[in-house]
């Protein structure tokens, strides 16, 4: 799901004193109101949006920096309905002098909308790789950071690239057997065995729907004022066809477990780091993470729900630096594992 910097300009009970044609966006066009902000946000970042293609297939990604140095290019593969925005607020606490790549996954914000055989993992894994390819990402090894649906694509494309990787970050994964099962995923089976058209909770239609969603997303509240709730509703709406067609796709018997299924052929070094009271995808996969590699780095966040990159941003920073600088500065372990 996208949540992003919004939740910092506006708190609930006040409007900040604002010019008055940005005031009157604001109440009218809560939705264009942060996409303005998101693009304040990146240029402040020093980041720059931009696009590459492979053959008619048109990827979109924002970055800053360039490749080189001793400390490995990061790429970041957001999760299921959000953006390359949803970085934001961790982009913030990275160091300045890192080269980071953030693509927007298949069908999602700027990247091309085609069929769904781009949206299954594998398809997923497919077009990220044709993304590394096209801006010549693959020619030393990288540092891959995947979330939620973007950390099963991280995990499967981890298993499939390895002489790609220096490294990689996996938060609260989705693609697991989790031993306990999350509200969300309890609802899932629910809406599968009644086969009903009910509401599903990652695709809301009304500002309490989004309430909902985001009391999933995250242990401890937002607190957004309703404009900018109706904003990011906005934003969203047009896409809820498309995101049925994902959601349909990552649940679907060949994707639903890909990263169970890859997980043993991970070679690279891998963290994973997931908060306790994740209630979309339960913490006890990070043991089924482990099980399958024990050498792996597990952080686990207390008073943390699934968005770790916006509650706790700066220390998902801060784990994911210490975990590079240990294990992914030099990548000559990487060409080993080719």
Excluded at 32 to 42: E, G, H, P
Excluded at 289 to 302: H, I, K, N
Aim: proline residues 5%.
């Amino acid at each position: 799901m996208e949540l992003n910097v919004a939740k910092m300009i506006i708190p609930a009970g006040g409007i900040m004193v604002l010019p008055f044609l940005t005031l009157i966006t604001f109440l009218f066009w809560p939705g264009a109101m942060l996409k303005v902000y998101n693009w304040f946000i990146r240029r402040r970042m020093g980041l720059v949006v931009s696009y590459s293609y492979s053959g008619s297939y048109r990827f979109c990604y924002s970055s800053r920096g360039t490749p080189g140095g001793a400390t490995p290019s990061l790429l970041m593969l957001h999760g299921f309905s959000a953006s390359k925005d949803m970085w934001l607020p961790f982009l913030k606490f990275l160091p300045k002098n890192l080269h980071l790549v953030c693509v927007d996954m298949p069908g999602h914000e700027g990247t091309s909308r085609t069929s769904v055989e781009d949206y299954s993992i594998q398809g997923q894994v497919a077009r990220i790789h044709q993304f590394v390819q096209s801006i010549g990402l693959d020619k030393r090894p990288f540092h891959l950071v995947g979330i939620s649906m973007g950390g099963n694509v991280a995990g499967v494309y981890a298993a499939c690239y390895p002489a790609h990787l220096s490294s990689v970050s996996l938060m609260c994964p989705a693609g697991l057997d989790y031993p306990t099962d999350s509200e969300f995923i309890t609802h899932l089976k629910e809406l599968e065995l009644s086969q009903k058209e009910e509401a599903i909770a990652l695709i809301p239609t009304t500002v309490q729907e989004l309430k909902n969603m985001l009391r999933l997303s995250c242990h401890m509240p937002l607190n957004l004022h309703r404009q900018v709730l109706q904003g990011f509703l906005d934003n969203r709406l047009p896409n809820n066809s498309f995101y049925k067609e994902v959601l349909r796709e990552i649940c679907g018997e060949t994707s639903r477990y890909s990263l169970q299924e890859n997980m043993h052929r991970i070679t690279a070094p891998l963290q994973v780091i997931w908060g306790k009271e994740d209630q979309l995808l339960d913490v006890s996969g990070a043991g089924v993470l482990q099980a399958a590699q024990p050498s792996c780095r597990v952080e686990l966040l207390d008073n943390c729900g699934h968005s770790v990159t916006v509650e706790r941003p700066r220390k998902c920073a801060k784990l994911v630096m210490d975990f590079l600088y240990t294990h992914g500065v030099n990548g000559e372990d990487a060409k080993k594992r080719s």
